[in-house]
């Protein structure tokens, strides 16, 4: 049992480029989320998911978009890469009848 | 708007010590309140989580927290403090629209 795997777990884009990070779950989870951790800010809700084909803005959406064509995985877009976007993300899901998330080990992301 | 507050960057603690990290949250209707903590490099672990009953909530590793409607907090304790405790913990609230907010995060230290 994997539980919430993240891939990559490294990138470095330049300005403008784009790219996909890809969260898988083997657990049948029904909600999903990704999450972008700032130093000195937490965890902050990029966007998520109640279930398959279904997603939702969080409190950062801006410059990201996410699609669920399966309920095990979760795609989170950068169209155009910012040095804004540098960060670390990750990815939670859970099950709709258990209060508590689940978290993948991050993305580390560097645009320069 | 809901939120959660750790009014504590880091906090710092001899080894065998009672520990307590602090947490304040706003959010409307009855919180779910979580713990998390995390290593370097790693994702979120979850330590343990309130959601009914009993204001003192038992988790992982010996750590507990109370949970105080009143003070809207949701303080993490443990009565003896271990070197290996150390790490960055985050409190977080979950909404009646399923989404997760986290605090800041605390940094834990603890010192032989």
């Known amino acids: 049992n994997a539980g919430v795997t993240q891939t990559p777990k490294f990138r470095v884009l330049k300005t403008g480029q784009s790219m996909t990070l890809l969260c898988a779950q083997d657990m049948n989870h029904e909600y999903m989320y990704w999450y972008r951790q700032d130093p000195g800010m937490g965890l902050r809700l990029i966007h998520y998911?109640?279930?398959?084909?279904?997603?939702a803005k969080g409190e950062v959406p801006d410059g990201y978009n996410v699609s669920r064509l399966k309920k095990q995985n979760f795609l989170l877009g950068l169209e155009s890469a910012a040095p804004s976007q540098t960060s670390v993300y990750f990815c939670?899901?859970?099950?709709?009848?258990?209060?508590?998330?689940?978290f993948g080990q991050g993305t580390r992301l560097t645009v320069v | 708007a809901q939120s959660v507050a750790q009014p504590e960057d880091q906090v710092n603690v001899a080894e065998g010590n009672p520990l307590t990290v602090k947490c304040t949250y706003s959010?409307?209707?009855?919180?779910?309140l979580f713990w998390y903590v995390q290593y370097p490099n790693r994702g979120l672990q979850f330590l343990l989580k309130y959601i009914t009953g009993d204001n003192l909530v038992k988790g992982s590793y010996g750590f507990e927290a109370e949970f105080n409607k009143s003070q809207t907090s949701f303080h993490l304790k443990k009565p003896s403090a271990l070197v290996s405790d150390s790490a960055l913990y985050f409190c977080?609230?979950?909404?009646?629209?399923?989404?997760?907010?986290f605090g800041s995060g605390t940094k834990l230290n603890v010192k032989p």
């Open positions: 998911s109640v279930g398959e084909g279904t997603t």
């Open positions: 959010v409307s209707g009855n919180p779910y």
């Open positions: 939670a899901s859970r099950k709709g009848t258990d209060p508590e998330a689940f």
């Open positions: 977080a609230v979950r909404d009646v629209f399923n989404k997760f907010y």
